[in-house]
């Protein structure tokens, strides 16, 4: 039986013995956390890990403290920011600054040297410019990297491809504000660079996706034989990358993806993920007409469902009426299982708070297949978590793999 640590995400293949009920505790061997396990019939219930012992409990805005510790390499061409960083990185107490890089070259020899486990990047700079940089860490030593750059800005192209060249997450340089929103921006940075420090290096890569070859045969426009539906929040625009590229667009399948970003954002993406994608990639938008080969994206900022007009399915794009609340990836595999049942699939991917869930769950029931991403390769593990505490998951996956095991579904 497998269960996973809600501090690091470490995996535990423990002996399933018998009795319904029984509270059992196992020592985390990632983070050195004592993991309580109540079984029932379905599956083990993890527990909150018990305080006190190990490297558990939770450190300045949300971090782990499993993070504790984390060793960071900056890498910018300026000093005045490389010297900020390194304030702002270990004012949390969570972040060791271990050495500082002028350009990607550099940065380059000293990752062997020091063995950091995440490095900050810059974009623009001399010798070796920080996507240049990525491409070549990422084949010859990969390390979780976060790209902190006045042009990494959310919607941005250039943000696009620094997640696809191996980047975990990006954050905008700290700028010239004042008071509590300053303090706000260092705090996001602090958490950020300790989220992306438990990434575990295996699951960090340069994706080579093919995109939109010249010359390739138009598939004939047919309504799918089932759908494949996709959720995530902090950490999607990363695994999407790693999925969507991946999916071939021959399947008579449907894919619809829920991401948690501002509608703007959302459509940016869609349209990067269309230019790099063999599947057809659409912003989801109301009354459209369901069709095999293409990927549907929508914001978690609205809840997508289907509606079935003489067998053919369309789209239905609305408002989420609780903005305050994350329902929409639930929404969606529920539609999705009661439309399709056991031709559907569902994966629930790195993300905080606990939508799909119940969505994935209700998949689940009506004899689809349900794939959660491992932990270990999420850059937020909470969604994941809290499907692995509830339910008895067999596909537990990567995120550089779920596009093969997709495909693999429709043999």
Same mark, same amino acid.
């Given at each position: 039986?497998?269960?996973?640590?809600?501090?690091?995400?470490?995996?535990?293949?423990?002996?399933?013995? !018998? $009795?319904?009920?029984?509270? @059992?505790?196992?020592?985390?061997?990632?983070?050195?956390?004592?993991?309580?396990?109540?079984?029932?019939?379905?599956?083990?219930? +993890?527990?909150?890990?018990?305080?006190?012992?190990?490297?558990?409990?939770?450190?300045?805005?949300?971090?782990?403290?499993?993070?504790?510790?984390?060793?960071?390499?900056?890498?910018?061409? /300026?000093?005045?920011?490389?010297?900020?960083?390194?304030?702002?990185?270990?004012?949390?107490?969570?972040?060791?600054?271990?050495?500082?890089?002028?350009? $990607? @070259?550099?940065?380059?020899? +000293?990752?062997?040297?020091?063995?950091?486990?995440?490095?900050?990047?810059?974009?623009?700079?001399?010798?070796?410019?920080?996507?240049?940089?990525?491409?070549?860490?990422?084949?010859?030593?990969?390390?979780?990297?976060?790209?902190?750059?006045?042009?990494?800005?959310?919607?941005?192209?250039?943000?696009? !491809?620094?997640?696809?060249?191996?980047?975990?997450?990006?954050?905008?340089?700290?700028?010239?504000?004042?008071?509590? @929103?300053?303090?706000?921006?260092?705090?996001?940075?602090?958490?950020?660079?300790?989220?992306?420090?438990?990434?575990?290096?295996?699951?960090?890569?340069?994706?080579?996706?093919?995109?939109?070859?010249?010359?390739?045969?138009?598939?004939?426009?047919?309504?799918?034989? %089932?759908?494949?539906?996709?959720?995530? /929040?902090?950490?999607?625009?990363?695994?999407?990358?790693?999925?969507?590229?991946?999916?071939?667009? !021959?399947?008579?399948?449907?894919?619809?993806?829920?991401?948690? %970003?501002?509608?703007?954002?959302?459509?940016?993406?869609?349209?990067?993920?269309?230019?790099? /994608?063999?599947?057809?990639?659409?912003? %989801?938008?109301?009354?459209?007409?369901?069709?095999?080969?293409?990927?549907?994206?929508?914001?978690?900022?609205?809840?997508?469902?289907?509606?079935?007009?003489?067998?053919?399915?369309?789209?239905?794009?609305?408002?989420?009426?609780?903005?305050?609340?994350?329902? %929409?990836?639930?929404?969606?595999?529920?539609?999705?299982?009661?439309?399709?049942?056991?031709?559907?699939?569902?994966?629930?991917?790195? $993300?905080?708070?606990?939508?799909?869930?119940?969505?994935?769950?209700?998949?689940?029931?009506?004899?689809?297949?349900?794939?959660?991403?491992?932990?270990?390769?999420?850059?937020?593990?909470?969604?994941?978590?809290?499907?692995?505490?509830?339910?008895?998951?067999?596909?537990?996956?990567?995120?550089?793999?779920?596009?093969?095991?997709?495909?693999?579904?429709?043999?």
């Amino acid at each position: 039986m497998l269960i996973f640590c809600e501090e690091c995400g470490q995996k535990l293949d423990i002996f399933d013995k !018998d $009795g319904v009920g029984k509270i @059992e505790r196992y020592k985390c061997e990632g983070c050195g956390e004592t993991l309580t396990v109540r079984k029932d019939r379905q599956t083990a219930s +993890l527990f909150s890990p018990e305080r006190g012992e190990g490297r558990g409990g939770k450190g300045p805005d949300g971090a782990s403290k499993a993070a504790a510790g984390s060793r960071v390499l900056v890498v910018d061409d /300026s000093g005045i920011i490389r010297k900020a960083l390194g304030r702002i990185l270990e004012g949390g107490n969570i972040l060791k600054v271990v050495g500082e890089a002028v350009n $990607g @070259e550099e940065a380059l020899e +000293l990752i062997p040297q020091l063995d950091p486990d995440v490095v900050t990047l810059d974009i623009n700079m001399p010798v070796m410019d920080g996507l240049t940089t990525l491409k070549h860490m990422m084949i010859k030593s990969p390390k979780p990297a976060v790209m902190i750059s006045t042009l990494t800005l959310e919607g941005a192209s250039v943000t696009f !491809d620094a997640l696809k060249y191996g980047a975990v997450d990006f954050i905008p340089k700290p700028s010239q504000l004042n008071g509590k @929103e300053l303090e706000e921006q260092k705090a996001n940075i602090v958490r950020k660079v300790a989220l992306a420090a438990r990434v575990e290096t295996g699951a960090i890569r340069f994706l080579r996706s093919g995109g939109k070859a010249e010359g390739d045969l138009e598939l004939p426009m047919r309504p799918p034989e %089932a759908i494949f539906c996709l959720g995530s /929040s902090e950490g999607g625009y990363s695994t999407l990358l790693k999925i969507v590229p991946g999916l071939r667009p !021959d399947l008579p399948v449907a894919v619809l993806a829920v991401l948690y %970003a501002e509608p703007t954002y959302v459509d940016a993406f869609a349209r990067y993920l269309d230019d790099h /994608s063999p599947m057809k990639v659409r912003r %989801a938008k109301d009354k459209q007409g369901l069709l095999a080969g293409y990927c549907y994206l929508a914001s978690g900022e609205e809840y997508l469902t289907m509606e079935n007009r003489k067998g053919r399915f369309f789209l239905r794009v609305t408002p989420n009426p609780f903005p305050g609340r994350r329902g %929409a990836i639930n929404m969606l595999m529920m539609t999705v299982a009661e439309a399709f049942g056991e031709k559907s699939a569902g994966a629930v991917l790195s $993300g905080m708070g606990e939508d799909g869930v119940e969505g994935l769950r209700e998949i689940v029931r009506q004899g689809g297949i349900g794939i959660v991403q491992d932990p270990r390769t999420c850059l937020c593990k909470d969604m994941v978590l809290s499907v692995l505490k509830s339910l008895r998951i067999d596909r537990i996956t990567p995120d550089h793999q779920i596009a093969a095991v997709l495909n693999g579904l429709m043999k």
